[in-house]
């Protein structure tokens, strides 16, 4: 039996223990560095095969899956040392799809298992809370760290939460922005997340540079439409990743196409952009959105697809980019480690599995 992650022994790396057996009744635990429903399935289907394998008698076997994610390397002042992984959601371009991607992809990873936040880190144009479709203000339980505010399962963090009128502008130079920016992280009450995904703002300046000094985050996740004149900005944002040496994880191409009524696909912004950028910046292509007015439309309302309308092709879309992404964080930690060492459990909340 081998994990499909690491390709290797379930065994040999350590991940199936608590084994009882009372007699036609087994139970197993396995450990999961990956918090993907897919991955869950197939390791599950290889285990119950594997055993039926041994035994001529029906075997009721029940799994408890131990989800472990990896940890990211902390510095010694780090801001969220609760938080195991930090990814930005990121491009060279406005108007791509960041905040969309991000809101959805925090839903897709909350709805695996995994324990998640979202910080808006775009300062300027907040757009969390509507995505969200959360309003209010963050309150403080011991008057030192902002509580997150909460919808779905995740917790939330963004510049919009604080202001009175959500339609006024703000007006603020870099040094009030790298204020608020270290706020977010420091002293909000994150608490303990296996993910926690800032959605930037467009462009190469103060909040990625102020971002990379603060904190070491995992890598970052570029976003981009096929489309030469998006490509041309997002070329950018790989190279600043590159000079603030922030690993690239993967690519998202979204607006990818359109299928029509008739099951005609047409690629309006045209084919290929996003593994152009997925080359240049030697990293994966993670996955193509396609273009659904079900995504404006429950964005506006708040309630994003992958939450309102999970069945739909562009919220599956979501939730395998999610998996792509989390298999690598998985591989590249256990490919710093030696190829050797799966991430150890830590007694979380175990999920139990009777069939």
């Given amino acids: 039996m081998k994990d499909p992650t690491f390709d290797r022994s379930l065994v040999e790396l350590g991940l199936v223990s608590d084994i009882v057996v009372n007699g036609s009744e087994l139970a197993l635990t396995i450990r999961s560095s990956v918090p993907s429903d897919a991955h869950k399935s197939r390791v599950e289907t290889d285990v119950r095969a ?9 075997l009721t076997v029940a799994v408890t899956w131990d989800l472990q994610v990896p940890m990211r390397t902390l510095t010694g002042e780090d801001p969220v040392p609760g938080v195991k992984n930090v ?37 300027y144009g907040p757009s969390v809370p509507t995505m969200l479709g959360i309003e209010g203000h963050p309150s403080s339980a ?40 270290q706020q977010f992280l420091k002293d909000v009450a994150w608490g303990k997340l296996d993910y926690l ?38 070329y950018k944002s790989v190279s600043m990743c590159d000079k603030l040496s922030i690993p690239i994880l993967g690519v998202i191409e979204n607006m990818s196409f359109f299928i029509d009524s008739a099951g005609v696909r047409h690629e309006l912004f045209g084919k290929g952009g996003g593994q152009l950028i997925a080359d240049f910046a030697k990293a994966p292509l993670l996955g193509q959105i396609p273009m659904e007015m079900g995504v404006r439309e429950w964005g506006d309302k708040g309630t994003p697809i992958v939450q309102a309308a999970p069945q739909s092709d562009a919220a599956k879309a979501f939730v395998a980019i999610a998996d792509a992404l989390t298999t690598r964080i998985a591989v590249d930690s256990f490919q710093r480690s030696g190829g050797t060492k799966a991430p150890a459990s830590s007694g979380p909340t175990r999920l139990k599995i009777v069939r």
């Fill in 197 to 234: 995904i800032l959605d930037l703002p467009p462009g190469t300046g103060d909040v990625a540079l102020t971002l990379a000094q603060k904190v070491k985050v995992t890598g970052a996740v570029i976003v981009t439409t096929p489309q030469e004149v998006a490509l041309q900005d997002v």
């Fill in 50 to 58: 594997a055993l039926a394998s041994l035994s001529t008698d029906a």
């Fill in 142 to 181: 011991d008057g030192v760290h902002i509580e997150p505010l909460e919808r779905f399962g995740l917790k939330l963090m963004s510049i919009g939460f604080l202001l009175d009128d959500p339609k006024a502008a703000i007006v603020w130079r870099g040094p009030m922005l790298h204020g608020a920016l």
């Fill in 87 to 123: 990814i930005l959601v990121m491009s060279g371009k406005g108007g791509v799809g960041k905040s969309t991607t991000a809101a959805n992809l925090a839903l897709a990873l909350k709805q695996s298992g995994a324990r998640v936040g979202l910080l808006d880190a775009d300062i």
